[in-house]
């Protein structure tokens, strides 16, 4: 079964850190790109961040530039995002996600095909 | 502010037919391809449409998706009470280099 699985979430006090874990199974690893999506409390979808394949390139949000980092270790099928720096409008739920990126002459393709449970994340003091 | 736009909600009666539209820009939808995804209460999104009108495997074909220019639109229809749910276009920003989606739009079967 395909899937990813978040943990690490829970409550910190605003400017502290948190680092969030997704172990995944049941498909190629080293094939996708992988990002962390949020979503506030009654609010939409935000893409936080991305990494491809053999790590080399990473995006970010620009309102979690310069405070949060992704990375994956490809020999344990992970990929965490480091939060520091942390403030009230983090607070939400992140979504583990697996992207199927496609580049094609007419533009990219990149949605997430699988999605995790989802971990909260809660700023406060 | 979301980077694309979508209306808040949309209704519809048991059997009717619902569209929802998502406008972005030229570094936007009108550069790369457009995914949606519904999420039902209380749980994950799931996806939707992909590659402006492509279904993933267990997806029915009442749900379908199109995009012209810098707008994309999802349509549903037979509406169904199961089909209550907020509907998240998404797309990649060329510009910015991130995903971005949709503010999302809540279906109504009334």
């Known amino acids: 079964e395909v899937q990813v699985v978040e943990s690490g979430g829970g409550l910190v006090k605003p400017g502290g850190s948190l680092r969030l874990s997704c172990e995944a199974s049941g498909f190629n690893w080293i094939s996708y790109t992988m990002a962390w999506v949020r979503q506030a409390p009654g609010k939409g979808l935000e893409w936080v961040s991305s990494i491809r394949r053999g790590g080399e390139n990473t995006h970010y949000a620009e309102s979690v530039k310069g405070r949060f980092t992704i990375s994956r270790d490809n020999a344990k099928n992970s990929v965490h995002l480091q939060m520091n720096g942390l403030r009230a409008e983090d607070t939400g739920d992140y979504y583990c996600?697996?992207?199927?990126?496609?580049?094609?002459?007419?533009?990219?393709?990149?949605?997430?095909?699988?999605w995790g449970n989802g971990t909260t994340v809660t700023v406060s003091s | 502010q979301s980077v694309l736009t979508q209306p808040p909600s949309v209704s519809a009666a048991p059997g009717q037919r619902v569209t929802i539209s998502c406008s972005g820009n030229?570094?936007?939808?009108?550069?790369?391809?457009v995914s949606w995804y519904q999420q039902l209460p209380g749980t994950a999104p799931k996806l939707l449409i992909y590659?402006?009108?492509k279904r993933p495997s267990g997806i029915p074909d009442r749900f379908s998706g199109s995009r012209s220019g810098s707008s994309a639109t999802l349509g549903i229809t037979g509406l169904q009470t199961g089909d209550e749910a907020d509907y998240f276009c998404?797309?990649?920003?060329?510009?910015?280099?991130?995903?971005?989606f949709g503010g999302g739009t809540k279906v109504t079967v009334l």
């Open positions: 590659d402006n009108d």
């Open positions: 998404g797309t990649w920003d060329s510009s910015l280099d991130v995903g971005v």
């Open positions: 996600a697996r992207v199927r990126a496609r580049y094609y002459g007419a533009g990219t393709s990149h949605c997430v095909d699988v």
């Open positions: 030229n570094s936007t939808i009108g550069d790369n391809y």
